[in-house]
């Protein structure tokens, strides 16, 4: 069967082109978190996803993941078996994700992953109708360790949510900051999503790091952050982070997040006119201002457009399409970029300092980064 293509304008003129006749709209699932510590972040995902897609021809199914990997399997089978979409486009939690990851596999059903970074997805579970629009865990990760080597920090306390995003940031993190002469004094962890943190805030007061790394997102970061604060830390122990802790929260965030650094694949202040126009179009649709997780659905969605425009909108090319999708150079918002044979994005981590209201960057943490894909044969 074949597919009207509707994304973009380029893949509609690609779609004119066309000998054959487009009738059946895309069914594209989306399977983000609606509720709970993450529902902004995949709210952000859907909102950039949709920028980039001309609603006709498109189809829509939607499930709350709640964050929730024991529902995950359940969910992401209402997608595939109940409602037969032709894509899916999640999710934002590790947990939630390798468990569409596993399901994608098994039923060859086409996955863009736009957030959970869960290493095993383009490790152990790669496949080739996976691909992911953000980073694994391990890169934002090593990224905050070079940094906080480079800064000559000697010795570390790292502290997170103890599920694969937590335990993966702080393993990347503490291999580049190790690699770099400093030590990981101790780990701290809390199941996802609590966030009573006064216990281990106490733990840090007494062991006297030079430096905490933290993994936290979402509402989680935004207490964190301000808890921090509030127990006197943040005048004594710097804070540091994957650039999650400050992404999408600094309203919430306040005075408790000034000055804090972070490094991310996206930051503000990058003033590309690629990104000018895309945060310029974000913030007239929406009324809000774009931030990561805004920019990985915008991409989900020009990858997408990349394998779709290659087939001229024909989805029953599932090799042309796949293959397209894989080998595309992707003109994001964050800088271009291409994805490795893992299907994961070979990037850039820009260093970014809270100032106000704005993640702003003030240089580079590495340059076209690609994750080990430990495990990965294809
Ligand atoms: C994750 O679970 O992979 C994740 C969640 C929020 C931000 C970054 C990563």
């Known amino acids: ?46 909102k950039g996803f949709r920028l980039y897609v001309a609603e006709q021809g498109v189809q829509y199914f939607k499930v709350d993941d709640e964050s929730d990997p024991s529902k995950a399997t359940d969910n992401v089978n209402k997608l595939i078996k109940r409602d037969q979409v032709d894509v899916i486009v999640g999710t934002v939690h590790s947990g939630v994700a390798l ?22 997805i383009t490790g152990p579970l790669c496949a080739p109708n996976i691909v992911r629009s953000s980073f694994s865990n391990w890169q934002p990760g090593y990224a905050t360790g070079l940094m906080a080597a480079q800064k000559g920090y000697k010795r570390a306390m790292t502290i997170y949510w103890n599920y694969a995003a937590g335990q993966e940031s702080a393993k990347g993190f503490t291999e580049a900051f190790e690699k770099g002469g400093g030590k990981v004094i101790k780990d701290l962890g809390l199941p996802f999503p609590n966030v009573e943190f006064q216990a281990l805030l106490t733990e840090i007061a007494a062991q006297k790091p030079d430096v905490v790394f933290a993994f936290f997102a979402g509402a989680g970061a935004a207490k964190f952050v301000k808890d921090y604060d509030a127990a006197g830390l943040r005048k004594t122990t710097p804070l540091i982070g994957s650039g999650f802790l400050t992404d999408g929260v600094l309203d919430a965030q306040g005075a408790s997040a000034q000055g804090l650094l972070t490094a991310l694949h996206y930051a503000d202040g990058l003033n590309s006119p690629r990104d000018t126009a895309f945060r310029t179009k974000f913030a007239v649709t929406n009324k809000i201002q774009p931030d990561v997780y805004a920019v ?32 595309t150079s992707i003109d994001s918002p964050r800088g271009r970029y291409t994805l490795s044979a893992a299907g994961n994005p070979v990037q850039d981590f820009y260093i ?3 100032k106000g209201r704005e993640n702003v960057m003030t240089g580079i943490a590495v340059k076209v980064l690609p994750d080990p894909a430990r495990g990965c044969r294809m």
């Open 352 to 354: 970014r300092e809270v």
């Open 1 to 46: 069967m074949s597919f009207r293509l509707a994304l973009t304008a380029a893949a509609l003129a690609a779609a004119a082109l066309s000998s054959h006749a487009q009738t059946a709209p895309l069914k594209v699932g989306l399977m983000l978190p609606a509720t709970g510590t993450f529902a902004a972040l995949g709210d952000a995902i859907e």
């Open 296 to 327: 990985q659905g915008y991409d989900a969605a020009q990858i997408l457009a990349a394998g779709l425009t290659a087939v001229k909108g024909d989805f029953s090319k599932r090799d042309a399409l796949l293959s397209a999708m894989r080998k």
């Open 99 to 120: 468990a569409m990851a596993r399901a994608a596999k098994e039923s060859n059903t086409l996955l863009i992953v736009p957030n959970a970074g869960a290493d095993a």
